[in-house]
């Protein structure tokens, strides 16, 4: 599987909210960081992702455009994002994802907080 694709994979498993699927994506040492936090390791990006899926109903995420560098794939995408609450909220971003062996290694996440 190319990268695109296991990005694509990994976005489909968010929205499917399919917690092991999401995971299956990260190195056991995978580092995540966003805006407001730095993860290290597997076990604290599944404690984020809990939230994550629990905090919404619907998490749809579509790339947009994409750049891939050796190791490494930029994404900009489009999300939406619909609360427990029934709120929608649209967003955009970027992911630089850091792969080794198939698998997400580093993930930088680039987006406005308050849109989420």
Partial sequence: MNKLDTVKAYWAAERAK???RILDHFCEDAVFVGPTMRLQGRANVAEFYR??????????????????????????????????????????????FV????????????FNPADF
């Fill in 18 to 20: 399919a917690l092991d």
């Fill in 51 to 96: 939230g994550m899926i629990g905090g919404f109903q619907a998490i749809e995420v579509t790339p947009v455009n994409s750049i891939e560098s050796g190791d490494s794939i930029a994404v900009e995408y489009e999300c939406r994002l619909v609360r427990n609450s029934g709120e929608v909220r649209q967003a955009r971003g970027f992911n630089l």
């Fill in 99 to 110: 792969f080794k062996d198939g698998r997400f290694h580093r993930l930088h996440c680039y």
